[in-house]
């Protein structure tokens, strides 16, 4: 069992609110898309966090990879400030901080091969010699469920659930610890999500991986997610393990998600 007294990742009173002007004659409206948003994810672990369209699961993703800059608060990544790193740092960085997308066909270049896709975050972070690019495409698209002939395929040759394990395979491409798996099935039939599900549980165990997951969906929070953090309007506002936040929630907002859900 993961010892919650050693996070991986902490994230420390983040904040991010947006000013809003119509013109120069209407009042100023502070939209607090993460307000004052506390957590931490211990390795190993994988941490659901559910709630309503525009409750600020993305915006907290994208600060704990510092994709947008936290207006206070910081998020710590073992024992680095994330915050405090200059952008040539965070770069740096992020070989061990990966985001899975909803829509990975939308992070693939339509002219480039599944080869040449894998290859590019290899080279660029120096995981393999060059030589050794290929082999490593090759390892990659086992570990996915992908076969050798998908190297030479391009995007619009392979259905939604294949993009979906090639963008998985990106993603554990740098060898990370740490990934961000943002609405990861949504966009999938239900036949597949399954799949990919498992695949993903698969891989938290096989390369001893830690999740943040982001869904709307708690029944696919209930398969994958050791505990879940429940977001409402900017906040987070509970978390607990899996069992108790749908069996026994405490908030009332949380009650009425999960029976709205469930």
């Known amino acids: 069992m993961n010892n919650p007294k050693q996070p991986l990742i902490t994230v420390q009173n983040i904040s991010k609110h947006y000013v809003v002007t119509q013109n120069i004659f209407s009042p100023k409206t502070i939209i607090k898309a993460v307000d004052d948003v506390s957590f931490t994810i211990s390795k190993g672990e994988s941490l659901g ?156 165990k096989e390369l001893d991986l830690t999740y943040l997951f982001i869904s709307h969906n708690l029944k696919v929070v209930k398969h994958i997610c050791d505990r879940v953090a429940v977001m409402y309007k900017g906040k987070l506002i509970e978390i607990n393990n899996t069992r108790a936040i749908l069996e026994d929630p405490s908030e009332e907002y949380t009650k009425k998600l999960v029976e709205s859900m469930l």
């Open 49 to 204: 966090l559910i709630g309503e369209s525009g409750s600020g699961k993305t915006t907290v993703a994208s600060l704990v990879l510092k994709l947008i800059k936290a207006d206070t608060g910081k998020v710590v990544y073992k024992d680095t400030d994330l915050t405090s790193l200059t952008e040539d740092e965070m770069r740096t960085m992020r070989k061990e901080l990966q985001i899975i997308f909803q829509h990975s066909q939308g992070t693939l270049d339509p002219k480039m091969t599944v080869a040449e896709f894998l290859t590019e975050p290899l080279l660029l972070h120096k995981i393999v010699k060059p030589y050794e690019t290929s082999k490593e495409v090759s390892r990659l698209l086992n570990l996915v469920g992908l076969s050798e002939s998908d190297k030479s395929k391009f995007p619009y040759q392979m259905s939604g659930g294949q993009l979906q394990r090639v963008g998985i395979a990106r993603a554990i491409s740098t060898r990370p610890t740490f990934i961000i798996c943002d609405e990861p099935v949504s966009a999938l039939d239900v036949s597949i999500q399954g799949q990919i599900l498992n695949l993903l549980k698969d891989l938290q």
